[in-house]
């Protein structure tokens, strides 16, 4: 007999106050692991978004910074400038990322810092009661889009992993998803690969993460999953788009 | 051949009853008790027909609050 | 020991890596550019990192990451872009981490101007940013104090885990002068054991935070750091006085002013006018003692500086209206003459001498 899925030590003790079925919950947990079995939970120094996730850093079992709004890879570089052994990453939604600290992500990833990024795209700000975000899809209803986003006037949602890998100091850029096992399955993959480039020295790594927000959206946990799954992946493709390359 | 089988606990205090592993488990036999509430309020998700299980780690793998755990017997 | 002939604004540099900082994060703008000129060239040499942040933000936010990670950490900036970094000042005296910051204040309002100014008083001294904080705030008046006040503010830093403000002007930072780097450290600096280094390092897990969800928690954090800025008070004062006592009148200034006002002090006592200073150079903790040794016969208390009036009201409060007080001030980037200084104390001594 033998355990085949236990707990991480990646994550405290302290049960999260996030809500029934968010996917903050598979995410922390996929890093956790991640870092536990690469070993990094002794090294590794975490910074935590404003946001759903600002209490992250009552749940990562690593050393942690609570940043600004926004400014995580600002302080996610002071602590890799100061630490370059330790292992830094930063964990962000989509109003921390691509609204307030569009400028700190992408100039940590155009100075090529040598920290990893998780970006969980929720296409909502949860924390604020479901207001829209720069990643919110066109016609979806949020309490600051309550005719619908409106291309004319706010845009289409923005692509971050595509903007971000054309950078070169963006050496691992990846879309992800949690709905389905399958997927999960794949992202802490892709997680354990953008902790790699990091841990070889190679630069800036992100993983965008598809994820749901069943409470601001309006639907159960099930039915969040299955409109990450039909409304959201077709408009976010989900893929590598940068990685280095394999030497031989 | 023999089949994989598997004993899966939750630690239903943990539970919030979101009803994600429910919708995973490959041989449907995980529900949400609606007979009883945990400490936190919520019908904790269970399973009746552990000689089911097939320990494919799913439920666990889905679970946003880390309630499960799967052994492989 | 030998004199070295620095610019100011290098100068600042120098004496942050005297002290053993070996980490800066800031972005250009007049007239402090020099500092990041100089610690460019100057970190990678001992082994250190400069960064040119996007933003004086994102440079105030390094300095968190940094100063929370234990490392000895600065950013300078003027006034448009200190401005900018109050968020994340803000942030490090909530979550207690040492750093020093350096303003060479120009004229403002918005955009303003980059000839010197001293409009940054309130600013520094008020907090700056959201909540009930202050951060030691000194202020030179040459090139050598600026060196001995950048090298202390380090240990200050440290001492109480807070942020210190240097505040300078365009003039202090341009100017050329001679410096020794002469300060002693302080032997007495605490470990910083609650730095984030990996959990594997230290006795716990290490979290820098200024996030207090329980209001009763964050009450309880705010009586932390009060009872730190009384300790500040009790023990950090800096101050410079001069012919207070039998003055007919005193005059009070810092920074660039102050050696302006010297010079007007200089050409009044000539005439025959008994005219006294008091010069402070820790704005926080604000040298209140100073103006209650003033004498109840003195005439006034003139203020000066190159702003339309922030540190008088200071100065109010520490003379609890037992003596007149005057203000005379340029703005917008104007420095003052001498002899305005001089004209403005015979009118109010009405040419008794």
Known sequence: MAIVFEKTKGLTDKPTHYCPGCTHGIIHRLVAEVMEEMDLLDNAIGVAPVGCSVLAYDYFNVDMHEAAHGRAPAVATGIKRVHPENFVFTYQGDGDLASIGTAEIVHAAHRGEKFTTIFVNNAIYGM?????????????????????????TTGKPIKMSELLATIDGAKFVERVAVNTPANIRKAKKAIKEAFKVQLEGKGFGIVEVLSTC????????????????KDMIPYYPLGNFKKPEEVE | MAKVKGRTTFEEDLCKGCGLCVTVCPVNIISLDTARINKKGYHPAAIEEM???????????????VVITVERL | MTKVLMKGNEAVGAAAIAAGCHYFFGYPITPQSEVPEYMSRELPKVGGAYVQAESEVAAINMVYGAAGSGARVMTSSSSPGIALKQEGISYCAGAELPCVIVDMMRGGPGLGTIQPAQGDYF???????????????????????????????????????????????????????????????????????????????GKQRNVINSLYLQAEELEKHNHKLQAKYAKIRENEKKVEE?????????????????????????????????????????????????????????KGVLTVEMSTGQMIDDVKISLQGRIPTYFHGRSGGMVPEPEEIVEKVKEILGGDK
Request: charged share 25%.
């Open chain 1, 128 to 152: 604020t009661g479901g207001q829209m975000a720069p990643t919110t899809l066109v016609g979806q209803k949020t309490t600051t889009s309550p005719y619908g986003r409106d291309e004319a």
């Open chain 1, 214 to 229: 069943p409470t601001n959206w309006g639907l159960t946990p099930v039915e969040a999953m299955k409109w990450l799954e």
């Open chain 2, 51 to 65: 000689d089911k299980c097939i320990a494919c780690t799913n439920c666990a793998t889905i679970c946003p609050d």
């Open chain 3, 123 to 201: 600013l520094a001294t008020r907090g700056g940013g959201n909540g009930d904080y202050r951060l030691i705030v000194l202020a030179p008046a040459d090139v050598q104090e600026l060196v001995d006040l950048v090298m202390e503010g380090f240990d200050l830093a440290d001492l109480y885990r807070t942020p210190v403000m240097i505040l300078g002007d365009g003039m202090i930072g341009q100017m050329m002068e001679p410096v020794e780097f002469r300060y002693q450290p302080r032997a007495d600096l605490p470990e910083k054991d609650w730095a984030t280094r990996g959990k594997g390092k």
């Open chain 3, 242 to 298: 001069y012919n207070v006592e039998g003055a007919d009148l005193v005059i009070t200034a810092y920074g660039t002013t102050s050696r302006i006002a010297k010079t007007a002090i200089a050409k009044l006592e000539k005439e025959g006018y008994k005219v006294g200073m008091i010069r402070p150079i820790s704005l926080y903790p604000f040298p209140n003692e100073a103006y209650e040794k003033i004498g109840d016969d003195c």
